[in-house]
């Protein structure tokens, strides 16, 4: 068995175990395919555990980065509290239309809102609004703007609240300091600010399985944004 089979082998073991058949994500899933949208979800796993943080919280108020069809959004929309509310920043249009849809069909369309455009504008927009306080933030849209999502998230926080960022790995990429790959130096620039941030607490763990060698970084609004 090479390492990878190994990690599949697992992977596929803790799914089987804890994940049931699950029509509505499957129905949603094959939208996205059947609409050609690239294969970038969250691991079905990954997503639960953005539910049960979600849950944690007792989340009334999520706010994603990057939707693309949906999938991340129906799991955190089903950690939500009652009367609560997912909003969601989507760039592309397209994509913003089969994720309605995907709300729709999983009877979800109540609690989540799409915003479309750049998720830097929505956020901005949102904070100008007086919008939140966010309970749980999911970042995990283009990864050379991360370091400003992050920033942004905090503003929109409250003391308590958590950050989540996805694909903080990259397989090991990150490691190269001198990079001057976009999505590396963005990932890299979001580490030092949250490291340098005095307001929060951070984390990070690495992810291995069928998405491949990645991780996901964990960080908590710990002083008043
Ligand atoms: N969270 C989703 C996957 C998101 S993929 C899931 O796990 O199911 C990243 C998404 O971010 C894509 O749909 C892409 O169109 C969107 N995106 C890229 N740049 C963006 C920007 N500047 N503002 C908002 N969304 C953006
Ligand atoms: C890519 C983006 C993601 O958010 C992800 O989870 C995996 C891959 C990508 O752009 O390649
Ligand atoms: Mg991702």
């Known amino acids: 068995m090479t ?3 190994k990690w599949n082998a697992i992977d596929d073991f803790i799914v089987e175990t804890f994940l049931e058949e699950d ?4 129905v949603a899933q ?4 059947a609409a050609g949208l690239p294969k970038i979800q969250v691991a079905p796993l990954q997503g639960k555990l953005l539910m049960m943080l979600a849950r944690a919280l007792q989340a009334r108020s999520i706010l994603e980065v990057g939707t693309l069809g949906g999938y991340s959004t129906i799991w955190l929309a089903r950690g939500l509290a009652e009367g609560g509310r997912v909003t969601t920043l989507e760039l592309d249009p397209r994509h913003a239309e089969i994720a309605e849809r ?8 109540d609690c989540v809102t799409v915003r479309v455009g750049s998720a830097l504008e929505s956020m901005a927009a949102l904070h100008s609004e007086s919008f ?3 309970d749980l933030v999911f970042i995990d849209a283009d990864k050379p703007s991360t370091p400003d999502y992050f920033d942004w998230a905090v503003k929109l926080a409250r003391v308590g609240s958590l950050i989540v960022v996805d694909n903080v790995v990259r397989e090991g990429a990150i490691l190269a300091a001198q990079s001057d790959n976009k999505h590396i130096k963005g990932l890299r620039a979001f580490y030092a600010r949250a490291a ?7 984390t990070a ?3 291995v399985g069928h998405k491949g060698h990645d991780g996901l970084a964990i960080v908590q609004v710990t002083q008043a944004p």
């Open 3 to 5: 390492q990878d089979d």
């Open 23 to 26: 029509p509505a994500l499957e």
């Open 30 to 33: 094959a939208a996205c395919d």
């Open 102 to 109: 995907n709300f729709e069909n999983a009877g979800l369309a």
């Open 132 to 134: 939140g306080p966010f």
């Open 196 to 202: 340098a941030d005095p307001r929060v607490t951070a």
């Open 205 to 207: 763990f690495q992810t």
